[in-house]
């Protein structure tokens, strides 16, 4: 089946992308979610005259994720854990604790969006890289330090 994209999909392409996928991708996740519409001659007129629109909503979003980006860089952001032997903490540092820590900080970003590829078991520094829009990524400093008990 053919559809045309309204929103930017990782995996398929940009808004206003003319693609192919199955059939049951399309009816079950890409149309009811508002993603895409089904590509026949009445939706193709259509979508021509609100394209420009879509591409100027595309490239909105895009400035702002990258304004986020840049106020995101400056962000350092300090989690106290308890500390076992050997400087070990209990338990690890998961995106759900920095999604937390970032909204205490007045930004509102998803879990989805942080990447990081270790698991944070230690205390000391990291670089947590975070996926805002497509192209548009960002890291932060996150420093685990042990807790007072």
Do not use: C, W, Y
Request: glycine letters at 6%; proline letters at 3%.
């Amino acid at each position: 089946m053919k559809v045309i994209l309204k929103q930017n999909v990782p995996s398929l392409g940009k808004a206003g992308d003319l693609v192919k996928v199955n059939d049951g991708h399309a009816r079950n996740l890409l149309i009811p979610k508002g993603l895409a519409v089904e590509a026949d001659d009445k939706n193709i007129k259509a979508f021509e005259l609100t394209k420009k629109n879509i591409l100027q909503k595309a490239q909105k979003e895009k400035a702002n994720a990258q304004d986020l980006a840049a106020r995101l860089a400056e962000v350092t952001l300090t989690l106290p854990r308890k500390v076992g032997d050997q400087h070990k903490i209990f338990g690890s540092v998961t995106s759900k604790d920095i999604e937390i820590a970032l909204q205490e900080k007045g930004f509102d970003i998803d879990r989805k969006m942080i990447v990081h590829d270790e698991q944070i078991k230690h205390l000391g520094e990291f670089k947590v890289k975070i996926k805002l829009a497509p192209g548009v990524d960002t890291e932060l400093k996150l420093n685990v330090v042990g807790a007072e008990s």
